[in-house]
């Protein structure tokens, strides 16, 4: 069940009730039209509340009815369109193999089964995220008394292979030859490339690198804060990704250097280039790959802009900088995301670290 409120032609607010009925089919319900849009709110709020309590038997809804109200409910409002849109590929996913399933009669086999249906053709990354939405509505079932028992734990994730894409990133001496033919043919009327300098030297993500504005960059103290992030299909700012994005990044002053190359543009974003405009994906990716041809690095399939964010982490865990620092510098809320996500770079480096351990116990 979700709510809307629009202001139409007479220039009066018009509210929306919109809900599913017993058939799957969307409804919509009008609250009435008010003069001042609070009013319209309050009254939309009061009749969703009465079409929740007459229309809906929660304890005989289906598992695809109920994770749809709760992410139009709980989860809709203030997600990033493609966040949104990967809960709403898991709703038509539950729907398809659940059916009309009531979710109280869903048991742990049926879950598993349904894991192992999904997985056939996803990877571990996509199903992890499926059932990461699955455990949090599954919460909130219990808590409305519809199931007692979470038929997700001790669940396999069952996922395949074939769809994992392997990480790609620089080593060190790849990483000297890249920002060496990154800096030799740099030029502040393409901001291009200093947008990569900045995610080697940073790790920002490349929607936070976007949305950098002058006042972001703090060149007495060497600092960047990281306070919104830049939407490619609206082009506006947006939220950070999580209340953990934003942070305050310490930099070198080589990179600050470059960057007031691209002062003279006249404008408060960063990287607005001669065309007015803010390179997105596809330019980056252009750009990308003609430095590596002219660094004469390896080809590699999968480098993408993303991937220099596994780049900067992989060169400071090559030279020993502690994990929860290089995780407070990439904003995740949780040292345990770090080590899930780059548990990969972790583990090639243990072997070197291995090595040490024995050097230095040896010499006791």
Same mark, same amino acid.
């Given at each position: 069940?979700?709510?809307?409120?629009?202001?139409? /032609?007479?220039?009066? *607010?018009?509210?929306?009730?919109?809900? !599913?009925? +017993? $058939? =799957?089919?969307?409804?919509?319900? @009008?609250?009435?039209?008010?003069?001042?849009?609070?009013?319209?709110?309050?009254?939309?709020?009061?009749?969703?509340?009465?079409?929740?309590?007459?229309?809906?038997?929660?304890?005989?809804?289906?598992?695809?009815?109920?994770?749809?109200?709760?992410?139009?409910?709980?989860?809709?409002?203030?997600?990033?369109?493609?966040?949104?849109?990967?809960?709403?590929?898991?709703?038509?996913?539950?729907?398809?193999?659940?059916?009309?399933?009531?979710?109280?009669?869903? /048991?742990?086999?049926? *879950?598993?089964?349904?894991?192992?249906? !999904?997985? +056939? $053709? =996803?990877?571990?990354?996509?199903? @992890?995220?499926?059932?990461?939405?699955?455990?949090?509505?599954?919460?909130?079932?219990?808590?409305?008394?519809?199931?007692?028992?979470?038929?997700?734990?001790?669940?396999?994730?069952?996922?395949?292979?074939?769809?994992?894409?392997?990480?790609?990133?620089?080593?060190?001496?790849?990483?000297?030859?890249?920002?060496?033919?990154?800096?030799?043919?740099?030029?502040?009327?393409?901001?291009?490339?200093?947008?990569?300098?900045?995610?080697?030297?940073?790790?920002?993500?490349?929607?936070?690198?976007?949305?950098?504005?002058?006042?972001?960059?703090?060149?007495?103290?060497?600092?960047?804060?990281?306070?919104?992030?830049?939407?490619?299909?609206?082009?506006?700012?947006?939220?950070?990704?999580?209340?953990?994005?934003?942070?305050?990044?310490?930099?070198?002053?080589?990179?600050?250097?470059?960057?007031?190359?691209?002062?003279?543009?006249?404008?408060?974003?960063?990287?607005?280039?001669?065309?007015?405009?803010?390179?997105?994906?596809?330019?980056?990716?252009?750009?990308?790959?003609?430095?590596?041809?002219?660094?004469?690095?390896?080809?590699?399939?999968?480098?993408?802009?993303?991937?220099?964010?596994?780049?900067?982490?992989?060169?400071?865990?090559?030279?020993?900088?502690?994990?929860?620092?290089?995780?407070?510098?990439?904003?995740?809320?949780?040292?345990?995301?770090?080590?899930?996500?780059?548990?990969?770079?972790?583990?090639?480096?243990?072997?070197?670290?291995?090595?040490?351990?024995?050097?230095?116990?040896?010499?006791?």
């Amino acid at each position: 069940m979700s709510i809307s409120i629009r202001k139409e /032609k007479d220039g009066l *607010y018009r509210g929306y009730v919109f809900f !599913y009925d +017993k $058939n =799957h089919k969307r409804r919509g319900k @009008s609250a009435g039209k008010f003069k001042r849009k609070k009013d319209a709110l309050d009254a939309t709020r009061d009749l969703e509340k009465e079409l929740d309590t007459s229309n809906i038997n929660l304890l005989e809804i289906s598992f695809a009815d109920y994770y749809q109200r709760w992410y139009e409910t709980y989860k809709k409002y203030g997600l990033a369109e493609v966040t949104s849109k990967r809960y709403r590929t898991f709703s038509k996913a539950i729907r398809d193999h659940f059916k009309d399933k009531m979710l109280k009669d869903v /048991k742990r086999s049926d *879950y598993q089964q349904f894991i192992n249906w !999904y997985g +056939k $053709n =996803h990877s571990l990354s996509s199903v @992890s995220k499926l059932n990461g939405a699955i455990r949090a509505c599954v919460e909130y079932a219990i808590d409305d008394d519809i199931i007692r028992k979470d038929f997700t734990t001790r669940v396999k994730l069952v996922y395949n292979k074939n769809h994992e894409r392997a990480v790609e990133y620089l080593n060190n001496n790849e990483l000297k030859k890249f920002k060496d033919a990154l800096v030799a043919n740099i030029n502040p009327r393409s901001t291009g490339r200093y947008m990569i300098l900045t995610a080697i030297y940073t790790g920002m993500r490349k929607s936070e690198i976007q949305a950098l504005t002058w006042s972001d960059i703090d060149f007495l103290h060497s600092t960047i804060s990281i306070t919104k992030s830049w939407d490619d299909t609206k082009k506006e700012f947006k939220d950070t990704k999580t209340a953990n994005s934003r942070r305050v990044v310490p930099v070198p002053r080589e990179l600050l250097n470059y960057l007031q190359q691209l002062k003279f543009n006249g404008s408060t974003m960063v990287f607005q280039n001669a065309l007015g405009n803010i390179p997105t994906s596809p330019s980056l990716k252009k750009q990308i790959n003609s430095i590596l041809d002219d660094a004469e690095v390896p080809p590699k399939n999968n480098f993408s802009f993303h991937s220099l964010r596994h780049v900067h982490v992989a060169y400071l865990i090559s030279k020993g900088v502690d994990i929860y620092a290089i995780s407070k510098r990439l904003g995740h809320s949780d040292i345990t995301i770090t080590l899930k996500v780059y548990s990969y770079l972790i583990d090639e480096y243990k072997a070197k670290n291995d090595k040490q351990i024995i050097r230095e116990l040896g010499a006791l």
